[in-house]
């Protein structure tokens, strides 16, 4: 069955950057985009960008621009979200999703467990 | 970008029940909406594509509908196992944007 496991909770100062893993399995992890979501406590879901596992190409929320870098090794069917400068409000837990249509994307089908960032000093 | 109101944000439901949560869109989004339910810990479960599509192998309490700017889920005869948080998609256009969520619990 498709599955995305994500890499353990991580603490960060501000300032510091975190790279998350998402790792895919169960599929053909170069025929569905990948999205990233995060969620702040209390807050609803923000997305946060998109890769294609494919060639690799991007595309990333205007908020996140120049922070925020996905990438991906298809060797090991796993996708990257970094984030670098991290302050307090990048507290949250962030989620990989497979999107649900080949081709191009559209929806999250599949979703991760999510991992938690905690920034503080 | 479109905004989702999602309402309301909490309810307390008794076995039985219907219950329906609401996702307002701030423009017109055709179907392009989605509902997902989430469980403390687990990945969240994709429910209801296209508005008014039930994902295969979901349960047949639950139902959408809705097109445009207004959506709704609905859960028929609400069951223990139905707690969770629940929110709402739009893939229309991007960036993806989510509602607020809705926690419900059963009583």
């Known amino acids: 069955q498709v599955q995305l496991v994500q890499s353990g909770a991580e603490v960060k100062k501000p300032g510091a950057s975190v790279k998350v893993s998402c790792k895919a399995s169960g599929y053909t992890f170069t025929s569905y985009y990948m999205h990233w979501v995060r969620q702040a406590p209390g807050q609803g879901l923000e997305w946060m960008g998109i890769i294609n596992p494919s060639g690799g190409s991007t595309s990333y929320a205007q908020k996140f621009q120049g922070r925020v870098t996905m990438t991906r090794d298809t060797s090991t069917s796993t996708v990257y979200m970094e984030l670098s400068s991290l302050r307090s409000e990048d507290t949250a837990v962030y989620y990989c999703?497979?999107?649900?249509?080949?081709?191009?994307?559209?929806?999250?089908?599949?979703w991760g467990k999510g991992t938690t960032v905690t920034v503080s000093s | 970008e479109t905004t989702l109101t999602q309402s309301p944000a909490f309810m307390s439901a008794t076995p039985g029940d219907k219950v329906n949560i609401s996702c307002k869109a701030s423009q017109d989004i055709d179907d392009d909406m989605n509902w997902y339910q989430q469980k403390p810990g687990e990945a969240a479960i994709f429910i209801i594509q296209?508005?008014?599509t039930l994902v295969p192998g979901i349960s047949p309490r639950f139902s959408g509908s809705g097109y445009g700017t207004d959506f709704t889920l609905t859960i028929n005869n609400i069951e223990s196992e139905d707690a969770a948080y629940y929110f709402c998609?739009?893939?229309?256009?991007?960036?993806?944007?989510f509602g607020q969520g809705t926690k419900v619990e059963i009583k």
């Open positions: 998609l739009q893939h229309d256009n991007f960036p993806r944007t």
């Open positions: 296209e508005a008014t």
């Open positions: 999703a497979r999107d649900g249509t080949v081709a191009e994307p559209s929806y999250m089908d599949v």
